[in-house]
Every structure is written in C-alpha cells, then in structure tokens.
Antibody, heavy 124, light 112 residues
C-alpha cells in the first residue's frame, strides 16, 4: 500500500523549533518530488515547500523561506521539514504529499498521495 | 491570501449537478498552467479528483469532471451524492511569486 506517515508535530513556544518527518512506503520514494502542505485550523490549504527526487532543486513559498528547511534521505525513505523561529501563525496541520508523476516521471504539478498530517501548535 | 478564488459554498439536491468555479489570473491559470482539484472530507487529508485540468486518477468516479478556459477553471459534479459533501480546492502554479504552487480558497459542497 502506498503510504505517507508524518510525525514530529506538537506544542512549541513562539521562537522555538520543530522537525517534522514523513516516512514513505509502498513506492520508490527516490523517484518522486515531495512536498509539504499545511492547513491552519478551519482554513484552506497552503503549499509550503518541495524538493526534487535527488534534492537538486528546492523551493519554498516566499513567506517561509529562511525559517523552514526541507530535506530528504532517500536511503531512509524519509522527508523532513525543519521549522525554526516558529510563530503563532505557523499553527497548522502539516501534510507530506507526493508529486503526481506520469510516464517518464513527468511532473503534473499536482499531489496524488497525502499523509494524514501532523499538528503543530505554536503557543506560549 | 490565495490567488485562486472559489465560491465559499454551493449546494444541491441528490442527483443534481453542481459546478465550482476557480478564478485565477494571467500569472497562473491564464499563463497556461494546469489546474487540479481536490476533495477534503472533515478530518481527513485532501484527495486528488482531477489533474491536468480534466484527467481523473483511477478510482475517481466519472461523475467528477474538470474544465479550463482562459483564466478560470471549473469542477462539475453530476449525480450529486451524500458522500460528495466535502470541501473542494482547486490548485495550480503561479509565477507572480518566485516559485509557488497555489490553492484556491475552497468551496464547501452541501448535499441538501
């Protein structure tokens, strides 16, 4: 079964740090671009960051660049998100998502597999 | 705030057809970038319904269809069922920022 499982969320004080993990199974993780997407309570979806299969290209949403760092370990089938200088507005459920790739690994720009998410709460 | 605008809510009786619009601009949908659609039921992760404007992943009923024209896109649900009650999001790519995947504001579909 194709699966993504996030972990590492929790309660953190403003200014603190947290590292989220996403473990993949059921597919060849090393072939896929991977993303983080977040959703604040009661709000819509917000794309956070992505990196390509070999970590050659890394992209962030403008508002988070400099505070968040995405990385991966293909040997461990794992994706990470290091979050520093956390603020109350970073409170959200963070989802790990796989890029929808077709033949020849063409990237459609969509997300076809999602984890269940991990909740990050930033509060004093 | 999102650069893709959706109506906050749409509703319909079982069996009816509803459509959800997704309005963008020349820096995203109008620039030729594909539009994708997701369904999110309460407490669950989003699920892709349509990718590449009008393509359905395997397992998605053909009651769901997508279209795109100019700077807008639409998701149509025909034969509305109780299980279709959920939040729906469009998603595309935008070049007004350095690199950005963007989601729509979301539309709550209510089955009357």
């Amino acid at each position: 079964e194709v699966q993504l499982v996030e972990s590492g969320g929790g309660l953190v004080k403003p200014g603190g740090s947290l590292r989220l993990s996403c473990t993949a199974s059921g597919f060849t993780f090393s072939r896929f671009t991977m993303h983080w997407v977040r959703q604040a309570p009661g709000m819509g979806l917000e794309w956070v960051a992505c990196l390509t299969s070999g970590s050659d290209y890394i992209f962030y949403t403008d508002s988070l660049r400099g505070r968040f760092t995405i990385s991966r370990d293909n040997a461990k089938n794992s994706l990470y998100l290091q979050m520093n200088s956390l603020r109350a507005e970073d409170t959200a459920k963070y989802y790990c998502a796989r890029a929808l790739q077709g033949g020849d690994d063409y990237n459609w720009g969509a997300f076809d597999v999602w984890g269940h998410g991990t909740l990050v709460t930033v509060s004093s | 705030q999102s650069v893709l605008t959706q109506p906050p809510s749409v509703s319909g009786a079982p069996g009816q057809r509803v459509t959800i619009s997704c309005t963008g601009s020349s820096s995203n949908i109008g620039a030729g970038y594909d539009v994708h659609w997701y369904q999110q039921r309460p407490g669950t992760a989003p699920k892709v319904l349509i990718f590449g404007n009008n393509r359905r992943p395997s397992g998605v009923p053909d009651r769901f269809s997508g279209s795109k024209s100019g700077t807008s896109a639409s998701l149509a649900i025909t034969g509305l069922q109780a299980e279709d009650e959920a939040e729906y999001y469009c998603q595309s790519y935008d070049t007004s920022l350095s690199t950005s995947y963007v989601f729509g504001t979301g539309t709550k579909v209510t089955v009357l």
